[in-house]
């Protein structure tokens, strides 16, 4: 059973191939494209289809497409029929419904020799409930919960699975929406909505949420597994605040307010779904899902005994989603967890020295690059790393990351500056697995960056460029079965400097997607002060590539 997903209505249009029940490749357009998100989640972009992630995938498994047995399309226009007829969308999104129904024609005109008449359209939350459920480890019999801004006609899905079988237990219907609340008060507070609520939740840490009485007039839970989450009236809360401008203090009370209201419909969507279930483990899909402060609090303070998030929880993460469900449908082998986010591309030793060799940069090849690196990083370096396959989803987990020192307090500042990011964003640390205990206090393993743990007292001084505001960083634990190369650098690091944490943050600038190609790594290495880059088994140093260019400097003590 070859089935191919692709997601593309709203935004983050991706694809995903799963060849008997396997996950073989994953990819976001965004990638290939280079425009952040693939695309606006507006209804005149509603015809954009991921085309090259897709005919990657295929490429990757050696598949025509018309050596494909199903392609799925994450999202059913059936069932917005509902809401249409209730004057629940805008209207402009009859555009969206058109392209939608015509999908099977526009993927056949996308991929030639694709049999239209193998295109299946898969209820948007079901997708992203089958990428939680299928994907998770040891999850046969699981609890399921999907938030995001909208689907067809609901903004949620409760789902439990059971085998090969989803079963829906409720979902809330639109205009109820905690995504969508969360989105405008993104807009409200001078960033990108349907893009940059990350921002808002690195915010939320400045602030005390002392509008909350207000919030819970509009965001509440209902009590039978839904919500009501609709009408804030934000600009009576507080002032908004345009792009650019300098945030103060109320925006920050803002956040901090709408984060906490967030996290109490959570808490209480998963009390009600573990009543119904009383399954020990909860998965959970969706952008919601992105959210690793509330994520950490359903893990702390919910009735399940494990809470897995899907790494690609947003809508990219619906093209596995959807290829998953057709799959364990149709197909009698078991759905098998994809073995880790590294789906995308990558590139062989011999064609990264022909990339370089191209680039006319110099390079060196060390004994071990790990070492080299970890050396590097010690002196104060910040290193851009680039090996393996790209990670699917929004997370640099080892693959595409910026790296550095993370006992150096300026190094926070640098890597924003770097990136040309707002200077209120906190850094991630990696850490090896058996030391994290030690330093971290939250959800162990943590191998995606989906929860926020507290970074114990002892530790963070010895580690401030990691240490967020409030006290916390959203770690990623390395596991050296899966990551070996990670792992050893790590080890070495800890060798010179009696630290086991490094700073891991995605490699890409502002506005940008993460570094995917070779031609993207020269090319974010070449227009920003990073020092090094380690691409493959090779090393390229900023004063051998731009002479005069300096090697690493002191940020910070």
């Known amino acids: 059973m070859r089935v191919l997903g692709i997601n593309a209505l709203f935004h983050d249009p991706a694809a995903a191939l799963v060849i008997d029940g396997r996950t073989v490749a994953a990819a976001e357009e965004e990638r290939f494209s280079r425009r952040k998100h693939g695309k606006r989640p507006v209804p005149f972009a509603a015809w954009e289809l991921p085309e090259r992630a897709a005919a990657w995938c295929l490429g990757q498994a050696g598949l025509r497409p018309e050596d494909l047995d199903a392609v799925t399309y994450s999202y059913d226009p059936s069932l917005a029929r509902q809401a249409r007829e209730m004057g629940l969308h805008d209207p402009w999104d009859h555009l969206r419904q058109t392209y939608a129904w015509e999908a099977p024609r526009f993927l056949a005109s996308a991929l030639p020799g694709l049999d239209p008449g193998i295109v299946r359209f898969v209820p948007h939350h079901m997708a992203h409930a089958a990428s939680a459920a299928f994907a998770a480890p040891d999850a046969e019999r699981a609890s399921v919960l999907v938030l995001d801004g ?134 959970m899909a969706g952008g919601v899902a992105l959210n690793c402060v509330a994520n950490s609090r359903i893990a702390r303070e919910g009735p399940f005994d494990r809470v897995w998030v899907q790494p690609a929880s947003g809508d990219a993460g619906t093209a596995l989603g959807g290829a998953m469900l057709h799959a364990a449908e149709q197909d009698p082998a078991p759905a098998l967890p994809p073995p880790g986010t590294d789906l995308g591309r990558g590139w062989s030793d011999a064609e990264l020295e022909a990339w370089l060799k191209t680039a006319a940069v110099p390079f060196e090849r060390p004994p071990d690059v790990a070492e080299a690196v970890a050396e590097a990083l010690a002196g104060n370096a910040v290193v851009a790393w680039f090996q393996g396959r790209a990670e699917y989803g929004p997370r640099a987990l080892g693959h595409r990351s910026l790296l550095a020192h993370p006992g150096r307090s300026g190094n926070l500042e640098r890597l924003n500056d770097i990136k040309g990011r707002e200077q209120f964003r906190p850094v991630a640390p990696m850490v090896l697995a058996e030391r994290a205990a030690e330093i971290f206090d939250g959800p162990l393993p943590s191998p995606y960056m989906l929860f926020v743990h507290d970074v114990r007292p002892q530790w963070r001084e010895r580690i401030p460029a990691v240490v967020h505001v409030d006290g916390t960083a959203r770690i990623q634990t390395v596991d050296a079965a899966a990551e070996p190369l990670v792992a050893r650098m790590l080890a070495r690091f800890e060798q010179l400097t009696g630290l086991p944490v490094v700073v891991n943050t995605s490699l890409n600038t502002a506005g940008r997607p993460m570094v995917d190609d070779p031609r993207d790594a020269l090319e974010c290495f070449g227009s920003a002060p990073v020092d090094v880059l380690a691409m493959g088994p090779f090393l390229v140093r900023r004063q051998e590539f731009l002479p005069g260019g300096g090697g690493g400097r002191e940020a910070g003590r």
């Not at 903004?155 to 085998?163: C, D, N, V, Y």
Request: aromatic fraction near 8%; proline fraction near 6%; charge should be negative.
């Open 150 to 283: 909208r689907g067809e006609a609901t903004s949620h899905l409760a789902a439990r699975r059971g085998g090969q079988e989803l079963e829906p237990l409720a979902g809330q219907e639109l205009p109820q929406s905690l995504g969508l609340v969360y989105e405008e008060l993104t807009e409200h507070l001078g960033f990108l909505r349907s893009s940059d609520e990350y921002k808002v939740m690195a915010l939320a840490s400045y602030g005390t949420p002392r509008f909350l009485p207000e919030l819970r007039r509009y965001v509440y839970p209902t009590g039978d597994g839904g919500f009501h989450a609709s009408g804030v009236p934000w600009a009576q809360l507080c002032e908004p605040r345009r792009p650019g401008q300098a945030w103060g203090q109320r925006h920050a009370d803002l956040a901090a307010s709408a984060q906490a209201v967030l996290e109490e419909v959570l808490l209480d969507l998963v009390r009600w779904l573990h009543g119904r279930t009383h399954d020990r483990v909860l998965t």
